[in-house]
């Protein structure tokens, strides 16, 4: 069945149709069959209701009747996208939600393509799952076509961290895997990540192609399932994992380190409490009451570390009990954040500082091996210029990479990379994205190291802003109701740019939807400023919003100079952030 999206269209006046449209009631009857149509075709009774209350509000008519009209015709607005990060939306009946129907064609356009295009005409398929509302039904629903199309699906024992199930890929020899998850979006989301064999996620045009695939269903009733054969791993999967991500941790480094751990109701905690206890640190002090799994997030107004609050539980189990770092990861544990005591108040370090101490820590390993075994360091171009400058002093190459670890997990060579929202893969031989609980590993050794020398993640920050400048970061966010305002926005960008920002003459503006020799073409934009200053602007992948990131270098005289130069490139980001808002002000 095809959903195109469904209009009305009203001339200038806008008292009577644009020739060959629709009529209003034309239209409503276009929107109820469609609907009808979905909903006899929808396997899950609990969807199929959904539609059903939504239609006799429609038929039944008046204010009711039209509120129910618009949130029917938003739900039709065609398909709910596939694209680079796969699908992700909110959960609800009808094509633009996730739901049952949406996942099972979902899966199986993904085995038609591994079927036609990977030459595979019996993919294995291995696939995880969070713990978030129907993640285990979509699991079992994408288990349940492999298997039925000739396919070996293996589905994860329970719900496990994303970079378990992306480690799982290679280590069981699977064509491809899929996660079941929305990693930190709100609770009524849901989402279906797609990994290729080689443990990375996809990118164009493998998207566009299992887009194809999918679209070319006609309906979930003809989809073969199958009611079992698949192969519920057991927990020697995880404890695979677990002694692969303990060994990112020196053998000869020290073990004494205290950690207050949060999981924001994910599920992290179980295998970052395996994680540590293989590789012989004390068992983290859990935040007890975000420690289970809980698709409601009940304690967070919003499950991203990122976010203001989100880790403030963990904020003050750290003043109660103070550990020598608080560490927190998403729900789905792909990405880490840590929190430090900075002058007797704890604050969470940004993920630019984080991605600068732990690719600190990978250069110092890498500098210490043979010049033939040096490899590459790579963040993406949303990212601080700290790593950059770091790798080219220590004689190491940096690159560039568009934003995802879709890109950053693909650059060749690859010792260490990150982004700026808290993303980190340091194994990349082992999981080929970011990964929190390696990470996590990662940061406390590199705090029970400098414990030890009676040092701290702060003192490695100021080492780093005399060696190479400080390097500030910030970012902002425009928030928007209607998805149009995004284009709407980047192409008002591009027709008006500014001359000048924050006093600074703009000396180059790169619109990255060209592409480069070293990038391939996103939607995006580049100020590079006379004073050293950059502005990237692009629309979310993710999220209905236009982000728009900073970043001011203020060069250091030595460590007599270095509040003085916080203070000025502090001063300068303020600046850049409130000419930006106010050139992105919808």
């Not at 980190?424 to 390696?438: A, I, N, T």
């Amino acid at each position: 069945m095809t959903n195109p999206p469904l209009s009305t269209s009203t001339d200038s006046s806008g008292d009577s149709p644009v020739a060959g449209s629709l009529t209003p009631d034309a239209a409503t009857g276009e929107l109820l069959a469609a609907a009808r149509a979905w909903r006899d075709d929808d396997p899950d009774t609990a969807t199929r209701a959904e539609l059903d209350a939504l239609i006799t509000a429609v038929e039944a008519g008046g204010d009711t009747g039209e509120a129910s009209r618009a949130d029917l015709a938003d739900r039709f607005a065609g398909m709910l996208e596939f694209g680079t990060a796969g699908l992700r939306g909110a959960l609800g009946a009808g094509p633009r939600r996730m739901n049952r129907a949406v996942v099972i064609r979902a899966a199986a356009g993904l085995t038609a393509y591994l079927q036609a295009e990977g030459g595979r005409p019996d993919p294995a398929v291995v696939i995880g799952f969070d713990a978030r509302h129907n993640s285990d039904v979509f699991a079992r629903d994408t288990a349940a076509v492999v298997e039925a199309a000739g396919g070996s699906a293996m589905v994860l024992p329970r719900p496990l961290p994303t970079p378990v199930l992306a480690f799982a890929i290679r280590h069981l020899g699977a064509d491809a895997g899929v996660m079941v998850t929305a990693s930190h979006n709100p609770p009524q989301d849901n989402g279906y990540k797609v990994y290729l064999g080689d443990g990375s996620q996809i990118v164009p045009p493998v998207d566009a192609q299992i887009a194809a695939h999918i679209a070319a269903v006609p309906s979930v009733a003809s989809v073969p399932m199958a009611d079992d054969g698949w192969d519920t791993l057991g927990d020697e999967l995880l404890d695979a994992y677990v002694e692969r991500a303990a060994a990112v941790v020196a053998p000869d480094a020290p073990r004494e380190v205290a950690v207050v751990h949060t999981a924001l109701h994910g599920v992290g905690s179980e295998t970052v409490r395996l994680a540590f206890e293989r590789a012989g640190f004390p068992a983290p002090q859990v935040v007890s009451s975000q420690e289970q799994p809980d698709p409601d997030f009940p304690t967070v107004s919003f499950p991203n570390p990122e976010e203001p609050g989100a880790i403030d539980a963990a904020l003050a189990l750290a003043t109660e009990v103070r550990p020598d770092v608080v560490v927190a990861n998403d729900p789905d544990a792909d990405r880490c954040a840590a929190a430090v005591d900075d002058h007797g108040t704890w604050r969470m370090l940004r993920g630019d500082e984080l991605g600068a101490l732990l690719g600190h820590a990978m250069i110092e390993r890498l500098s210490a091996r043979p010049d033939g075994d040096r490899r590459v360091l790579a963040s993406s171009i949303v990212s601080s210029r700290l790593l950059g400058a770091m790798a080219r002093a220590a004689g190491l190459e940096h690159r560039e990479t568009l934003t995802g670890f879709k890109w950053i997990a693909r650059v060749p060579g690859l010792a260490y990379g990150y982004e700026e929202a808290l993303g980190y893969c340091v194994d990349p031989d082992s999981v080929q994205d970011k990964d929190g609980v390696s990470a996590a590993l990662l940061v406390v050794e590199l705090v029970a190291r400098l414990r030890a020398q009676g040092r701290t993640l702060l003192d490695v920050l100021d080492d780093l802003a005399v060696a190479h400048g400080v390097h500030a970061t910030d970012a902002l966010s425009v928030r928007v109701s209607d998805l149009a305002l995004m284009p709407a926005l980047m192409e008002r960008l591009r027709g008006n740019p500014p001359q000048a920002v924050a006093g600074s003459r703009v000396d180059r503006l790169d619109d990255l939807a060209a592409g480069s020799a070293d990038l391939p073409p996103t939607d995006g934009l580049r100020f590079s400023l006379a004073d050293g200053s950059r502005i990237i602007v692009r629309p979310s992948g993710t999220e209905p919003k236009v982000k728009v990131y900073l970043e001011a270098i203020e060069s250091v005289d030595g460590a007599g100079d270095l509040a003085r130069a916080r203070a000025t490139a502090s001063e300068r980001l303020a600046a850049i952030k409130a000419d930006m808002a106010a050139l992105t002000a919808l």
